[in-house]
């Protein structure tokens, strides 16, 4: 496949949308992205999101607030984003790491972590 034929994704930044942390090239792969900001609510003053951890039945309280993954399935991706996610930072990373995954974890502080050389972030 030629450098023509492959698909730029632009990962948004979630903490300023309106700003790309990336660029992935695709070559018949998947990404997806999971993530707490977007579907959430406010419950006796305290916020609260889609994603439930089914250790505690309550939405995740990882340090973990979007999880990106690319590899060769949609479906493996989106469980993995999950799955990342719900583990936190570290154990998320090294999950990926053991399932031969690619992605980047980004925290509630801003800060983002890359897991293998297709996300890695400048600076």
């Known amino acids: 496949m030629s450098e023509e034929e492959l698909w730029g994704i632009a990962l948004a930044d979630?903490?300023?949308?309106?700003?790309?942390l990336l660029t992935v090239q695709l070559e018949d792969e998947a990404i997806t992205?999971?993530?707490?900001?977007?579907?959430?609510w406010m419950r006796d003053g305290q916020w609260m999101h889609h994603l439930i951890d089914p250790r505690t039945?309550?939405?995740?309280?990882?340090?973990?607030?979007?999880?990106t993954v690319l590899g060769p399935s949609a479906a493996e991706c989106e469980v993995a984003s999950?799955?990342?996610?719900l583990l936190g930072i570290h154990d998320g990373a090294s999950y990926?790491?053991?399932?031969?995954?690619?992605?980047?974890?980004?925290?509630?502080d801003g800060r983002s972590i890359s897991v293998g050389s297709r996300f890695e972030l400048e600076g």
């Open 57 to 67: 039945q309550l939405p995740s309280a990882s340090d973990a607030h979007t999880v």
């Open 14 to 20: 979630p903490h300023y949308p309106d700003c790309d």
């Open 96 to 108: 990926l790491e053991r399932l031969g995954l690619e992605g980047i974890i980004t925290c509630y």
């Open 33 to 40: 992205t999971s993530g707490v900001g977007g579907r959430r």
């Open 82 to 85: 999950k799955v990342a996610l």
